[in-house]
């Protein structure tokens, strides 16, 4: 009996890893040959476990490239690519969902890859559902160009069927998304979405921090799944939502940057390609999400004069300015203020703005 568990095992993984298993079509040559020369020799028995992870840890080193021994027969050697994702993902209407915990970076990949459709598609539209960062606001701020093309949702009603492209990025799941709610109206709407995708013209970017939290019927019709940096606990739900040959692919997440990511695209006909993709935002759209969470927080000063003031202060503490001479400029502007209260207002500043900008330097 156990012999025939294993062997029902091995044909498993042998499907996933080894049959539908695709690798990025910008590959070199030279290194597809290798890896494949590497995996099966593993697989055949001519590289022992101890060989297999040197010559994974070889193309860590040299290439950046991602390795997981899966079992006694399977090594995976996960390369990088710098087009794939877009071209699979770009070949016709479909839907992606980004999985990640919080700050792991799904908010600027989504975005990232929705400016980027923007760009190869010039008559597209975006629409965003849940930007409660103020992203999409202070986007069209930097980039006034885009005004007409981005287009922020406040509930989860439907674009309009006008038989152009567009592209969804629902942004923050709320809970009328999830699967508790799942015959909420916002529900049915995304799921009439998802499955109206290819007649509407419509591409669909999911974000979300667990897998099994997306609708069931959101989740099983996101073909192209794309993995940030994951905790032991997320990467343990997620690995209950997936194949068992890819779910053990999933430990590799545990150590992926903010910049990395894994993606399982399947290809219609030919299989499932598994690479790793570099975000890569443009250096304007982090700081528009800089300006965006420093807003954010502001907002939190019930006040608006109060904000106004804060702001004022901390601004004008950032050009350097002492608490003197930020007290003559608040004078000329009808605002008095001493230079003790001053000081609680840039420490005010500071503590709402300072943390997300370490935040920024640290990533």
Not at 51 to 68: I, M, N, Q, T
Not at 90 to 100: D, T
Not at 164 to 193: C, H
Request: aromatic share 8%; charged share 30%.
């Amino acid at each position: 009996m156990s012999y025939t568990y294993v062997s029902q095992k091995l044909r498993e993984y042998d499907f996933y890893l080894r049959e539908a298993r695709l690798l990025p079509s910008d590959l070199d040559p030279k290194l597809r040959a290798a890896i494949l020369m590497i995996e099966e020799g593993y697989r055949r028995g001519d590289l022992d476990r101890r060989k297999a992870v040197v010559f994974g840890a070889l193309f860590r080193h040299r290439f950046g490239y991602k390795y997981r021994v899966i079992s006694d027969k399977h090594l995976v050697i996960i390369p990088r690519s710098r087009d794939e994702l877009m071209k699979v993902f770009m070949a016709y209407p479909q839907l992606m969902a980004i999985i990640g915990n919080r700050h792991a970076g799904k908010t600027i990949t989504s975005w990232t890859i929705a400016l980027d459709f923007l760009e190869r598609k010039e008559n597209a539209k975006l629409y965003i559902y849940g930007d409660v960062d103020g992203l999409g606001e202070q986007i069209i701020k930097e980039r006034p160009d885009l005004d007409e093309r981005i287009i922020i949702k406040k509930d989860y009603s439907l674009p309009p069927k006008d038989g152009k492209d567009k592209i969804v990025v629902y942004n923050e799941i709320g809970e009328s998304l999830i699967s508790k709610r799942a015959l909420s109206t916002s529900n049915l709407e995304a799921n009439l979405q998802a499955f109206r995708s290819r007649h509407l013209r419509t591409w669909v970017i999911y974000n979300v921090i667990r897998l099994s939290s997306l609708e069931g019927v959101l989740r099983e019709t996101a073909d192209i799944k794309m993995f940030k940096w994951l905790s032991p606990e997320l990467i343990s739900n997620a690995m209950m939502n997936l194949p068992k040959a890819w779910g053990e692919l999933l430990k590799i997440t545990a150590s992926l940057n903010i910049n990395e990511n894994l993606v399982i695209a399947p290809v219609q006909g030919k299989g499932v390609k598994i690479f790793l993709h570099e975000t890569n935002p443009p250096v304007w759209l982090l700081e528009a999400h800089r300006k965006a969470k420093k807003n954010t927080a502001l907002m939190m000063i019930k006040s608006e004069r109060e904000r106004y003031i804060v702001q004022r202060c901390g601004e004008l503490s950032e050009k350097g300015l002492t608490a003197s001479e930020i007290q003559r400029i608040l004078e000329r502007e009808g605002i008095k203020l001493t230079k003790r209260s001053i000081q609680l207002k840039i420490k005010k500043w500071r503590k709402h703005t300072g943390l997300e900008e370490n935040g920024e330097k640290n990533k």
